[in-house]
């Protein structure tokens, strides 16, 4: 199985980097436009034909055309016809692997024709470091906006057989892992409030300032922060999961705003905090690091899974959000309720492994 890492790199910009964005997307727009003029269809006729064109107008080296043309047809294929033209707006540039050469921190791509490449060195931590240092790696394509450059790693990962399965339920305040692991996720809430009040005080200073108002959405440190704290735990998970040779089990999320609107009895602020809390993030996360680690992942159906008795599958509508503790009123076992869901999730998975037998719980 292939799986694929995106690493970003941050670089010096320079007058020439520059000019090589404001070069692609002059060319991306020009590509655009014939391709709507002369109703160009698919990407490879595209490349057909402006290669000859712009090789010659724009001077540029021969593995341009082919990106031009791919970046180009992709933003007439997301093109919605009901607003203005579409047009290359942001200054961003991709090429194909073969395109650049990379000298272990210092990339180097080609431009104009006839002349040399551009040497850009990356700048890199620790963690950019094991991938430029790592010789199994493969390189994607890359990707140059005004200030990084991302890189695509990919690798053939062989997905272990697992031994066991193991279920995760994402709430509010934590995971907890159908094998009795835990982690606190009450973090997230504080970050959110401790952000919230902040905004709600700079839009009491600036009410009409729209200008102000992007710039404080788009420089959000909020983000980051969870960001940057989900990448711990996912990273967490995933090795716990690799070292236990565990097949990962995660619930199906695309109802949950859907479970939490009005009207069911939560609290505003309640559901405010759910609608906020990035559970699809720190899955993707959890997915996607598994992939890359080996490990094998499933998505089942999320219904009732907090409902539901993992002992003997009695289902109990009536469960209130308040009720911490799991008690059976069928077969009287006492459990923790996020690992009761949890083991739901887990005895919902189907993926085969090595030893599937564990005490207490039923079979299916
Ligand atoms: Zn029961």
């Not at 991306?28 to 490879?44: P, S, T, Y």
């Not at 001077?59 to 016809?81: C, D, G, L, T």
């Amino acid at each position: 199985m292939k799986s694929v890492k995106t690493v970003s790199f941050c670089y010096k910009p320079t007058a020439q980097t520059r000019e090589v964005l404001e070069t692609f997307r002059m060319m991306v727009n020009h590509a655009i436009q014939i391709a709507l003029e002369e109703k160009v269809k698919g990407r490879l006729n595209l490349r057909n034909r402006i290669y000859r064109e712009f090789r010659q107008r724009y001077e540029v080296h021969s593995n341009y055309p082919y990106s031009v043309a791919e970046v180009a047809w992709s933003i007439i294929k997301k093109h919605n016809r009901w607003h203005r033209k579409p047009s290359a707006e942001r200054l961003i540039m991709k090429l194909d692997n073969e395109s650049y050469s990379l000298n272990y921190s210092i990339i180097c791509l080609p431009f104009r024709m006839g002349e040399p490449r551009i040497f850009i060195p990356l700048h890199y931590g620790d963690w950019q470091r094991s991938f430029l240092m790592d010789a199994t790696l493969k390189r994607g394509s890359v990707t140059m906006t005004e200030s990084t450059i991302i890189i695509a790693f990919s690798k053939e990962t062989t997905v272990v057989e697992p031994l066991m399965k193991v279920g995760i339920d994402l709430n509010e305040k934590s995971v907890v892992l159908s094998d009795g692991a835990r982690y606190d996720l009450s973090k997230v809430g504080r970050l959110h409030t401790e952000y919230g009040v902040r905004r709600r005080g700079f839009y009491a200073r600036h009410p009409v300032d729209q200008r102000l108002k992007r710039k404080f959405c788009k420089d959000s440190r909020e983000k980051v922060r969870v960001r940057q704290f989900l990448h711990l735990v996912s990273k967490k998970i995933t090795e716990g999961a690799k070292a236990k040779r565990q097949a990962i089990i995660l619930e199906e999320l695309k109802g949950i705003r859907y479970v939490h609107e009005r009207g069911n009895g939560e609290s505003r602020g309640r559901r405010r905090r759910i609608s906020q809390w990035p559970f699809g993030l720190l899955q993707q996360q959890i997915a996607y690091k598994a992939a890359w680690a080996g490990v094998p992942v499933e998505f089942v159906d999320a219904s009732n899974t907090s409902k539901e008795c993992s002992h003997c599958g009695y289902l109990n509508k009536g469960l209130k959000m308040t009720e911490r503790e799991w008690r059976c009123p069928s077969c009287g076992v006492t459990l923790d309720r996020d690992l009761n869901a949890a083991d739901n999730i887990e005895r919902r998975g189907t993926i085969p492994c090595l030893a599937v037998v564990r005490s207490g719980a039923q079979g299916g």
